[in-house]
């Protein structure tokens, strides 16, 4: 495991070190473990995700936390998987009070589970909701469409 660690953070060193402008965007696990370990080393903007169940909402505001203390300079949330008015609102207030800025929220999508269970990435079915919704979320942090 700290193999797995040490190869993402002398990846991302490497990547960080070039003369221009590079994006990146690393999905790792759930949890704090990598940041611990110092993968978040030079990176600019944490995106937490927040799904409304109270143990990914406390894994959220821990990563924030930590994200913060890291010095990372911009932590913002995504609201993900959300079934409707209510789990918006519930995202939304645990958001608010934990003070961490929403830029996206992403409904949950049946087209999701179905591109999953046959093996197929979600973007292959552009008209989905959480795919249009993923789209508005990389238009609003600056990713070329």
């Known amino acids: ?32 473990e990598h940041l611990s370990r110092g993968t978040g080393r030079g990176v ?24 913060r203390e890291l010095g990372i300079g911009r932590v913002l949330g995504i609201g993900n998987k959300l079934r409707g008015d209510e789990d918006r609102e519930a995202v939304r207030a645990y958001a608010a009070s934990h003070e961490i800025p929403l830029v996206g929220e992403i409904p949950f999508d049946e087209e999701v589970l179905r591109a999953d269970r046959a093996g197929r990435p979600p973007i292959d079915t552009p008209e989905a909701p959480a795919v249009q919704a993923i789209g508005a979320l990389a238009t609003a942090l600056g990713f070329p469409p």
């Not at 797995?4 to 965007?25: K, P």
């Not at 600019?44 to 994200?67: I, N």
């Open 1 to 32: 495991m700290c193999r797995a660690h040490a190869g993402v953070r002398h990846l991302l060193g490497g990547l960080l070190n070039e003369e221009e402008e590079v994006v990146v965007v690393v999905d790792m696990e759930a949890g704090l």
């Open 44 to 67: 600019d903007t944490l995106l937490v995700v927040l799904e409304p169940y109270y143990k990914a909402l406390e894994t959220a505001r821990r990563a924030t936390e930590l994200g």
